[in-house]
């Protein structure tokens, strides 16, 4: 059954979202399979490429301090809600990833702003004054976002066509890191595998451009629901249960007091197996999506029903992710549940996520969103203390997606000793 819903042949991303088409073109990746969407996905590949990791690491070490240092000034001793400054940070980490406009910027604030007025249309009809609003902040969104692109071909030719040379060297990408020691921003790679023409006035088939600037529409739509849920889900926890916030600061305490480090390293990160497994048994339990769409391709059996053709099938993240055939005690919080064991036991079971293990649509940013999200917690842990206020509802809601029921109302947020 598992080789059948990958096969898409039998089941299709081909639905008629109006909304996501609206977002990122009709002729997006969310859309495309076969041939068409493995070409493109390789088009985008070199730009998630672990090799690249370490130079986008720094960006977001730095945003999490800065945001984690201003939220500890912020709680002067009343009660705030901690669920939309996530929002705000990974919406700014997700656009100063992308593009290189700086997270703190009143560029980047602006383009969020925008941002998250546009995501208020996925859950608003397609018509009236919110959707002419969602018009607005798209439109808006595309024109700086051109802009940007249009400078960086321009004023970055040198770096982007380095890039270049080196992304058409097959062997390996690390020269790249030679180029870029400053850091890198996704968009700068994408350019470099592109056929974009660099420096001063050039004009572009406004065909590739386009989809370029849904690419990155569709980047932060992806990004941005998964890391800041999975965030405020991690977070909800780690306040329910001090035992939780204490295990991980342990771990992470003895790997850096180790190393002899002030700050949390990139190599660092890849020595917390528990950090990670606490992170995946967040996303096992509190998926970010409720579930992947598909159409029938053909006439098929599935557990023992037949499905005509043409039919749209929501396969349940939720009902998989809490299987107790699979998962023992599915419904309870096991934190090193997916801690690697090494004395010859199975290995710990897979979770559904980023659309699916192995599927042709899994999310080809999955690496780089699990390491936005274990470096904001990382930062975190190192140096602050959290405390949930005492009127904080213990439930969940669980549409659009899994968060706290009355968002995460923080009543103490300081500095550890």
């Given at each position: 059954?598992?080789?059948?819903?990958?096969?898409?042949?039998?089941?299709?991303?081909?639905?008629?979202?109006?909304?996501?088409?609206?977002?990122?073109?009709?002729?997006?990746?969310?859309?495309?399979?076969?041939?068409?969407?493995?070409?493109?996905?390789?088009?985008?590949?070199?730009?998630?490429?672990?090799?690249?990791?370490?130079?986008?690491?720094?960006?977001?070490?730095?945003?999490?301090?800065?945001?984690?240092?201003?939220?500890?000034?912020?709680?002067?001793?009343?009660?705030?809600?901690?669920?939309?400054?996530?929002?705000?940070?990974?919406?700014?980490?997700?656009?100063?990833?992308?593009?290189?406009?700086?997270?703190?910027?009143?560029?980047?604030?602006?383009?969020?702003?925008?941002?998250?007025?546009?995501?208020?249309?996925?859950?608003?009809?397609?018509?009236?004054?919110?959707?002419?609003?969602?018009?607005?902040?798209?439109?808006?969104?595309?024109?700086?976002?051109?802009?940007?692109?249009?400078?960086?071909?321009?004023?970055?030719?040198?770096?982007?066509?380095?890039?270049?040379?080196?992304?058409?060297?097959?062997?390996?990408?690390?020269?790249?890191?030679?180029?870029?020691?400053?850091?890198?921003?996704?968009?700068?790679?994408?350019?470099?595998?592109?056929?974009?023409?660099?420096?001063?006035?050039?004009?572009?088939?406004?065909?590739?451009f386009r989809k370029l600037i849904n690419?990155?529409?569709?980047?932060?739509?992806?990004?941005?629901?998964?890391?800041?849920?999975?965030?405020?889900?991690?977070?909800?926890?780690?306040?329910?249960?001090?035992?939780?916030?204490?295990?991980?600061?342990?771990?992470?305490?003895?790997?850096?007091?180790?190393?002899?480090?002030?700050?949390?390293?990139?190599?660092?990160?890849?020595?917390?197996?528990?950090?990670?497994?606490?992170?995946?048994?967040?996303?096992?339990?509190?998926?970010?999506?409720?579930g992947i769409m598909r159409n029938v391709?053909?006439?098929?059996?599935?557990?023992?029903?037949?499905?005509?053709?043409g039919t749209n099938v929501f396969c349940?993240?939720?009902?998989?992710?809490?299987?107790?055939?699979?998962?023992?005690?599915?419904?309870?919080?096991?934190?090193?549940?997916?801690?690697?064991?090494?004395?010859?036991?199975?290995?710990?079971?897979?979770?559904?996520?980023?659309?699916?293990?192995?599927?042709?649509?899994?999310?080809?940013?999955?690496?780089?969103?699990?390491?936005?999200?274990?470096?904001?917690?990382?930062?975190?842990?190192?140096?602050?203390?959290?405390?949930?206020?005492?009127?904080?509802?213990?439930?969940?809601?669980?549409?659009?997606?899994?968060?706290?029921?009355?968002?995460?109302?923080?009543?103490?947020?300081?500095?550890?000793?």
């Open positions: 059954m598992n080789d059948m819903l990958r096969d898409t042949a039998v089941f299709s991303s081909n639905i008629d979202l109006f909304k996501f088409s609206f977002f990122v073109g009709k002729d997006s990746l969310l859309f495309m399979d076969g041939p068409a969407h493995l070409a493109e996905r390789n088009k985008i590949a070199p730009a998630f490429s672990p090799s690249m990791f370490p130079l986008y690491f720094d960006g977001i070490r730095d945003l999490s301090e800065r945001t984690w240092a201003r939220l500890s000034r912020r709680a002067d001793g009343k009660p705030f809600k901690l669920d939309p400054e996530l929002r705000r940070f990974y919406a700014a980490i997700t656009i100063e990833l992308t593009t290189g406009v700086c997270g703190d910027s009143d560029l980047c604030e602006r383009v969020r702003k925008s941002f998250v007025s546009m995501i208020d249309g996925l859950i608003g009809p397609a018509f009236g004054p919110l959707w002419d609003r969602t018009v607005r902040c798209r439109n808006e969104i595309v024109s700086i976002l051109t802009k940007v692109v249009n400078e960086k071909l321009e004023h970055e030719a040198d770096t982007i066509e380095r890039l270049r040379a080196s992304l058409h060297d097959q062997s390996s990408l690390r020269s790249v890191k030679s180029l870029l020691k400053d850091g890198a921003d996704i968009l700068q790679v994408l350019l470099a595998a592109s056929q974009f023409k660099t420096g001063p006035n050039h004009t572009h088939d406004p065909d590739e690419l990155l529409l569709l980047l932060w739509l992806a990004g941005f629901f998964t890391t800041a849920a999975t965030t405020s889900c991690a977070m909800f926890e780690m306040g329910k249960d001090p035992e939780i916030m204490r295990r991980l600061v342990v771990e992470q305490d003895d790997i850096v007091r180790r190393a002899g480090s002030a700050r949390v390293t990139f190599d660092q990160l890849e020595q917390m197996p528990l950090l990670d497994s606490y992170l995946k048994e967040i996303m096992r339990l509190f998926p970010a999506g409720n391709e053909k006439d098929v059996v599935l557990m023992g029903k037949r499905i005509p053709k349940d993240l939720q009902a998989a992710n809490r299987d107790e055939a699979v998962f023992h005690d599915a419904e309870k919080l096991i934190m090193d549940r997916f801690v690697v064991k090494h004395d010859g036991s199975d290995p710990p079971p897979r979770i559904i996520a980023f659309g699916g293990q192995a599927s042709p649509h899994f999310c080809i940013g999955s690496a780089l969103a699990k390491m936005m999200l274990r470096t904001n917690l990382a930062v975190f842990l190192r140096g602050y203390e959290l405390e949930l206020d005492p009127r904080q509802s213990k439930r969940y809601r669980q549409i659009p997606d899994y968060t706290p029921a009355s968002e995460i109302l923080v009543s103490s947020l300081k500095r550890r000793t």
